[in-house]
């Protein structure tokens, strides 16, 4: 910046610090696009760098009365923007750990929890464990287990009643 560009700036922060709507968006025009592409370096993300952008905004427009020397402008609000785009990073891995841990937790248990399914429907009698596990564990429908048993619609059907009724049998019994 010219000596001109930083007293122009200083003066657009003193009549800013002063209520100057109009300052204040001659400030955001001229800071706008320099910040932007910093808060992009810093978050690698066009959506991320235009929230950290709007949020040190907001910290700006609270905070510029406590700025005491208006040529302390510039590495002020450069600091913001690096500070709310270490929060916005920050927040973002967090939030990143809590779902991949969430996901684990749910394979996880999920696993587990087929894996004892499919060991009661594999004492199941006849085809009722292959049957059940076609159709709650993979999701086929009627149809397409009638298709691929090569079997009517309703004898699908009756089959997975009998199973059902199986399943339950051996659920009363304890399982085993």
């Not at 209520?19 to 204040?24: C, F």
């Not at 510029?64 to 916005?88: C, E, G, M, N, Q």
């Amino acid at each position: 910046m010219s000596k001109q560009e930083h007293i122009a700036n200083d003066l657009l922060v003193l009549r800013a610090q002063d209520g100057d709507a109009g300052a204040m968006e001659q400030l955001v025009d001229a800071w706008q696009s320099r910040l932007w592409a910093f808060a992009r370096v810093l978050t690698r993300d066009d959506a991320e760098a235009w929230d950290v952008l709007q949020e040190a905004w907001l910290a700006v427009v609270s905070g510029l009365r406590h700025l005491h020397d208006p040529s302390r402008f510039r590495p002020w609000i450069f600091r913001i923007v690096r500070h709310k785009a270490t929060d916005r990073i920050r927040m973002r891995q967090r939030q990143r750990r809590l779902e991949s841990e969430q996901m684990e937790r749910v394979a996880s248990e999920r696993t587990y929890a087929d894996t004892d399914m499919r060991d009661m429907l594999g004492a199941l009698p006849d085809q009722s464990g292959s049957l059940l596990a076609l159709h709650y564990l993979e999701g086929f429908d009627y149809e397409e287990l009638a298709a691929i048993l090569e079997v009517p619609l309703g004898t699908v059907k009756s089959r997975l009643y009998k199973a059902r009724q199986d399943l339950k049998t051996m659920l009363e019994q304890g399982h085993g």
